[in-house]
Each structure stands twice: as C-alpha cells, then as structure tokens.
C-alpha cells in the first residue's frame, strides 16, 4: 500500500492515525487506526470527513484498531451515515481483534445499511479485499 497524504488533526488523541493509502491497483482508502475509547466528537469528526461532499468521499475505509468502549450515541452518529447508492455502497473493511468488539461494530454497520461490509483478522487480508472491492465501486460509479 502506498500512502499518499497524512490526514491532519482529524480527531482528539484517542484516534492516533488516519491516512489516504492506495490499494495494491491504486485505489484510494482512508486508513484509521483507534486506540481506546471512540468519543462522540471523534465520531462527527469522522463524518465529517467522509460524507457525500466531503474531502474522502469516494475514499474506501480500512479501519483497524482496540476500541475499548462504543457508547450508544456513538453507535447512532456512525450509523446513521446511509449509502448515497445503496446498490453501490463504500467498501469497508474492518480489522478488530475482539470479538466482542467486532459484535457490537456489527451491529453499527448493520445500521448504517451498508452491505459492502466486511471484518477481517489482519490487514493484508483487509487490504486484499477493499482492492476488489474499490474496482467494483468504481466501475459501478462510471
């Protein structure tokens, strides 16, 4: 994966990186890594920066980390970021080592009504399917 850009000041300390990475075949992926506990202000941060119109739209989600607690409003703000074509929603790929973490994010994803969704145990396996997964998008796009 290349990284292309360092994404600035987007969240309090909590969230450590995020990063505009290239696929394998150069498609682009915001790349956030958390650690602890996700804020509600970390969450409209992160919105923010990836809803239609925004500075990563278009952009896939490699989120990687050991988020300790997901609050309830949390969930909802997260949630609530619809597909813009749910026939060609956003790849996101998620790499979350507990499985009661990846539970409770399984539940934010199944609200947000994006099917093209996936967890995976490490991040080359992640980055292997948002490359297939970001050509689809793409061409679905065109």
């Not at 850009?5 to 150069?26: F, H, K, P």
């Not at 920066?49 to 500075?55: L, M, N």
């Not at 991040?123 to 970001?134: C, Q």
């Amino acid at each position: 994966m290349r990284r292309d850009e360092q994404v600035a000041c987007l969240y309090s300390g909590r969230v450590i990186t995020s990063n505009v990475e290239r696929t394998a075949s150069g498609h682009r992926v915001l790349r956030s890594v958390y650690e602890g506990d996700i804020t509600v202000e970390d969450a409209r941060k992160f919105v923010d920066q990836v809803k239609p119109g925004a500075p990563y739209d278009h952009h896939g989600h490699l989120v990687l980390g050991r988020m300790l607690e997901v609050s309830t409003e949390v969930r909802r703000i997260l949630g609530s970021q619809k597909p813009v074509d749910p026939a060609n929603p956003l790849p996101v790929a998620l790499v979350v080592p507990s499985a009661l973490l990846r539970m409770v994010v399984s539940l934010v994803m199944r609200a947000s009504e994006n099917p093209n969704t996936d967890f995976f145990k490490d991040e080359a396996s992640a980055l292997a399917w948002l490359d297939g997964a970001m050509a689809t998008y793409e061409k679905k796009r065109a």
